[in-house]
């Protein structure tokens, strides 16, 4: 004769990490996660070195014989062409940095509106930013004038890089408040697909010990 309690069917056992997650209160996630991030962004900006942006900037200007125009589509090819081993070829002479330093630091870019090619160096040392973008900037304006008589276009330095005075990479609080943000999201969704409590679990009767056996009734008999 099968017992009851061979019949009764065991509950569910759960995962050790499913019912710590379950314990947890809502705003406990969020706090943890929210404070993870927090430190997490603060350290990663602490230990990044700070960077520094300088910017120089050349005109494209058009000559008697040429038009507006023309020296607008010239000023976008110039763009293009400012971070290419010709011009960088020179610039790491007055930069005193090698062509490697140049094509990963330096970036350049133009304006659709205006005749105007602007020339950006990051790097570690302030000094070296402006160093860097002065010297490609005059390399530009060099190898640009050699062929100014068939382009009937000049590029003239229109603004000097001037040595940074603060870093343009963001600072420990601002990494620390984008950490931040990171992790109360991520909380958030931890938060979302923690295991809940059904009513299944909440119905389910305490566990009833089985009936004694013939045996053990006989002797309390």
Known sequence: MTSMADSATPPARRH?????LRAL???????AGTLAGALAGGVYGVLTPPAYSATAYVIAVPTATSDPQAALGLAQAYGRV??????????QVWAGVPVKTLRESVQSATSPDA???????????ADLATDMAN???????RHANDTKNATHVELLQFSR??????????????????GASAGGLLGGLALLVRPRRTA???????????????????GQL
């Open 16 to 20: 050790p990490a499913h019912r710590r």
């Open 25 to 31: 209160s809502p705003w406990s996630l969020l706090a």
């Open 82 to 91: 400012a971070t290419q081993l010709a011009v960088l070829g020179d610039a």
């Open 115 to 125: 005749p105007m090619v602007a020339v950006t160096a990051t790097s570690a040392r």
């Open 135 to 141: 010297a490609v900037s005059r390399s530009l304006i």
């Open 161 to 178: 890089a001037v040595k940074p005075a603060k870093p343009s990479s963001a600072s420990p609080a601002l990494t620390g408040l984008v």
């Open 200 to 218: 299944v679990d909440e119905a389910r009767p305490a566990a009833v010990p089985g009936p004694a056996t013939a045996a053990d009734a006989h």
